[in-house]
């Protein structure tokens, strides 16, 4: 029987222990934390992408923050160049101020980046905000009205917060509509209203797909400075545990991947050309990956070319399949299957790279901790890169140095919290592409708690 | 504490024993491919022995007694496997057999570990993704493994296998993007042969005595396309035969039609893309599968010059080939020979009849089914690998007596005992399905049909046939309907069909069955006449359950995103009504089976949009829409009816996102409502969905709704006599017989209480094909089979698993997984 004062005692430590005030850790400022999503920016004329987009998902909630940073990629290739002897697999270019060149908080738990079709915009699905996050950007630059938490506070470093009024779309609209979003956002993709039947210049739309089976439609129509997407629809009822979403090229249609089906759900957009503002989503229908065993754990999809292709990504076998969109398969809503490809353990991204003219699939595999390079031309996985720890989302871009241009490769490592840099271009002579840096200190698991 | 002491001691002890514990072994990483080798053992486990001839490795039990089968080989030989890891770059080696009383008892089967000087369990470097390998049978010095991501082939010594000190391969590069998928030995061991998709061509590398490799050889190929062989212009006598076994003798099997070969495909580029390389051991020949071209190319081994190539009408992955085997089961000399190959678009399987140059019917693709796609093996997945095995078999004495005076043996002749010629196909889906292409079992099999003395208990009904799927399981008889047709009408119960056709008690509530001729392939199936007819050949049939329901959905026209264009008369709808089946009342033909078919109706099955529910009560818009739905105040509404008159797949001005436009005549029903007022009610998106009029929907659960219906003219939705002739009707009307390509019947006058009457009808007891779940193995996971391959020596099949279970030997004399290696 414990005594009285020791009861005491343990309740005043219990109470002391509940400081409603604890604001946690800040970020550290120029820090991978379990980055997660990668972007590029928008390629001037003829030109190249000048900045990687990089979210942190602040995975196991160790700050108060997850963040958005922009690196500049001409600074890496320099570094690479002259720090690295051109680039080995242990050389690790620190994240110094002039390699992040910008960087937001913008909620914990990112799990999807996209950039606008103008390229100045980057939309952001983030759990930790339950609506859609959005950043602009200008040259390289961050923009949310962004500020720091606690300035000239305890913390020596913080970095800027985005202003609530980027962590959410407009909802004037869906008040009107009692459109509530009461689900993790998973996952956005965004294009042209032009595109899909609206008028010119009448904007952009954005998808967010929420993990239970919805979809949100936001509108970012022209505002000038201060425009904030506006939520117009949610619809529901598509496959549970979503995973990603992709638009199919020249339709109003995205594909959604869910991790516990084989049904790969379909929204389509309405949009209603006379009040944009009454445009609906609706289920095109759902369409299925059938003939293999089992089919039913779909990491993601990615259309190739005009869309009458797809590259779908599943963990039911590990494979990356071929999807004839045009083609039937065996029974009803199912879509023909092309060519198969193993790949490792626990794939989960994939994207499309053309290198020396020639177009290859990389599927990122997080358990195998290998990135898998396929060539649908010769139907043949032709490369397996290792030396990554939790290889996720990454996305391929050119780089011109000396009158030469390389493909690179950027991949987030979401298990060290870095983002690798992969040179393609050993694929055109038949060779293995190989790790030519590692952006920022490693930071494993075990020193989390230091 | 004494009680500690001696235990702790013990433990202490124990521990002590095994100071260095064994490195726990290696797992495959995305296997690929399997060469075989045999290993003559010395006593030495480290370094014993080398690679010999392959054929020193046969069974040890010489009696052929299924159950002295086990697996193992002569003693002081053990065989070996050479598996490819794409993912790691490596080759395994792993050992298939023990050596129970020989020289090595200490071994045991599995990986072998090539380097022991490092930690873990290492397997052979070769090169990038390592896609072939292959090893002299007769003389073994070296493994050959083509590379198909670094364009490389490496080359192994062989001797050094076991000595665990590790191996450097010499590395010899092809042309750069030669990409090599398939490698195979001429027959003379003297040269491998290289597809090389990436180039187009073929290599021929020579071997001198040692295994070396000497000067690479690129050969292009030719992309001449003959016209396929045509069996339709062969007169009868000259077709090939047909191979059937059934007990019951009188039990009739469907043929497969005859017809005309499809139209060769066209490539989608100009060079060709070899795939898959076999060898004829009786031609001497190599086949050559194309991925682009829709024929598989003959080479000479030597020369690499080509014969005239096989044209199969579609490009191909994997082939396979049998030996000569007999034509019938009472033929007395075997004279046929059949390559099999992989239909490289849809994975779908061919036989193509190889059997002598000089008959009319070589390089034929078979009929092979009594269904559609006839061309096509009965496969119910996707094929990935195809292999033939020959358990026990001799082409030369294929057709001695094999049950006469045999007991042992006979009693186990049944499904699952292969003796003969099999075709093995590894599925998509996981699975190894088996069919048959000369079982020597055949005169033991069938209770009543053979002396019963040698037969195998309850092996009553027994159904064997050339190119179809393997039975396997024991059966006393074959497909049934599961009980007479049952109507069901609007939740009432259910009534069984009596024998004349009527229903009893509720006769006043559904039609009659009348009378009809069964036509090939259906067959009488119910009635004191024929009331039915559906398919019950055990190869077609499928078990199902076919329902005909009156007004019912038609499928996949249900949506929820329809759009009403106010003031328009038509509605855009998702997906398009002509690929669906959605046929116009005045779209419909004068004549033809679907006469007098008043067109289809759109259907609204959901509740008045918000903004017309938003309104006021009393609001005057709101309550003539809520007359149209006829909403109680509980919120029921009765869905509103409209004839299509047109359905139309969606013109190029419409919305990109819409599949197709119906348009509509004024609603259904009472109160005098106008289209006009179902635009003006559903200003929004709406549920819909698109029903049969007056007449009942067929379904199949197995095939689905078959109709006649296209698109013409200006995107018109239009009846297509011949897809209607050809039993694609999906809807039965009043006092017509509706014929489909899986059910018959009549339905007599339309009945004075008519509801929304089901017709259903249970097909069963269809008997399941022979196969090997591997993803069922260890627990149960997804698997990918990417080989599978036949080895003559110890007669086994093996499948490689890329997902999870990795090599899987699979005993063929009682069908069971024998092994697994990973």
Known sequence: ?450 | MRRLILPSLCALALACSNATPPSAPATFDRPEAVAFLCWALDGDPRTGGGPVSLENCTPRSTTGLVEDDNGEVRDGFALFALVTQTATGELAAVRLTNDPDGVEDRQFAGPVDSDERLPGFTFMPVGEVPSAVIVRERDPKRAYVANRGSSTLSVIDLAALRKGEGVIPETVALTEGARPSSMVLTPDEDALLVALPGLGQVARIPLDVDGRLGEVTYVDLSTDVPAPVDLTALPAGSLPSSYRYTCPADLALLEPPVTAPREPSVPSEPTPEPWNLLVDPVTGEVLVSDLRYPIVRRLDPTTLAEAAPITVSVPTRALALTPFVPATVDAEEATERYLYAIDAIDRSVLAVDVSDEARPTYGAVLPVSATAPTDRLELSGEARGVAVATPRYDADTATEPRCTDVTTDADRAGPASHYGVFLAVAALDGNVYLFDVYDRDTECRGLGCIDANDGTPNDDWVVIARHHPRIGVLRESGPILERAPTWDSDGRGTVEVAADGTAGAAADLVPTLEPVTCATPLEAAFGDEARLCVLLDPYAAEADTITATFGGRIPFTSTSGANFEAGADYVDVRSDPCREGVIGRDQMAGDGVLAGYEGDRLVITGDLPPSILSREEGDPLRSRCEALVERTVSGATTPVQLPIVRAVSMPADGRPTYGGRLFLDDPLGEGGFTLDDVTTCYPELAEVEVRASNAFVVQSSRRGYFHPVVAGAGGECEVDPALAEAGLRGRALFGATFRSPFVTFALGERPPLLGTPVLSVNVTDVPSASRIDVSSIGGGTSSLLSRIVYNEVDERLYVVDQARVGLVRIRLTNLTVQNTFR
């Open chain 1, 1 to 450: 029987m414990p005594s009285r004062t020791l009861v005491a005692f343990a309740g005043a430590c219990l109470l002391a222990a509940c400081n409603f005030d604890q604001a946690g850790l800040d970020p550290p400022p120029r820090t991978f934390n379990f980055p997660i999503a990668v972007a590029l920016s928008a390629a001037p004329a003829g030109g190249e992408p000048g900045y990687l987009f990089v979210a942190n998902s602040n995975f196991d909630i160790h700050y108060n923050t997850g963040s958005l940073q922009s690196i500049d990629l001409a600074r890496v290739h320099a570094l690479i160049a002259s720090s690295c002897g051109g680039g080995s697999d242990d050389c690790v270019i620190p994240l110094s101020n002039d390699v992040v060149v910008s960087e937001v908080g913008v909620g914990s738990h990112v799990s999807g980046l996209e950039l606008s079709p103008g390229g100045d915009r980057l939309y952001m699905s983030v759990r930790a905000n339950r609506n859609l996050t959005f950043v602009d950007v200008a040259d390289g630059e961050l923009r949310c009205d962004a500020e720091r938490r606690d300035p000239g506070g305890a913390q020596e470093e913080d970095i800027p917060r985005c202003s609530d009024d980027f962590r959410s779309g407009d909802d004037a609209i869906a008040t009107a509509r009692d459109l509530v979003l009461n689900d993790e956002p998973i996952a956005v993709a965004t294009g042209r209203i032009e595109d899909i039947g609206g008028a010119a210049d009448s904007g952009d739309f954005v998808l967010m797909a929420l993990r239970s089976g919805g979809v949100a439609l936001f509108l970012d129509r022209p505002g000038g400075e201060g425009r904030r997407p506006e939520l117009v629809h949610v619809a529901t009822g598509f496959p549970d545990d979503l995973v990603n979403l992709s638009i199919q090229p020249g339709t109003g249609v995205a594909w959604m991947t869910s991790s516990s089906s084989s049904a790969l759900g379909r929204v389509g957009i309405a949009l209603d050309e006379g009040d944009l503002a009454r445009s609906f989503l609706f289920d095109f229908g759902d369409r299925f990956i059938g003939g293999v065993d089992q089919g039913d754990d779909v990491r993601d999809l990615v259309f190739a070319g005009t869309g009458g292709t797809a590259f779908a990504l599943t963990r039911s076998p590990e494979a990356l399949l071929t999807l004839d969109v045009e083609r039937a398969g065996r029974n009803p809503g199912e879509l023909g299957l092309g060519d198969i490809y193993e790949v490792g353990d626990g794939p989960s991204r994939l994207t499309l790279a053309e290198v020396g003219g020639r177009p290859y699939v990389l599927v990122s595999c997080f358990d195998a901790r290998k990135i898998f390079i396929v060539d649908p031309e010769v139907r043949s996985v032709v490369a397996v890169v290792g030396g990554f720890s939790g290889p996720f989302e990454m996305v391929a871009a050119p780089h011109t140095r000396d009158g030469s241009t390389e493909t690179f490769l950027y991949v987030t490592d979401f298990t060290t919290s870095q983002v690798r840099v992969v040179n393609l271009e050993p694929l055109t002579t038949a060779g293995v592409p190989r790790i030519v840096a590692s952006l920022g200190e490693p930071i494993t698991v075990e020193t989390l708690g230091n």
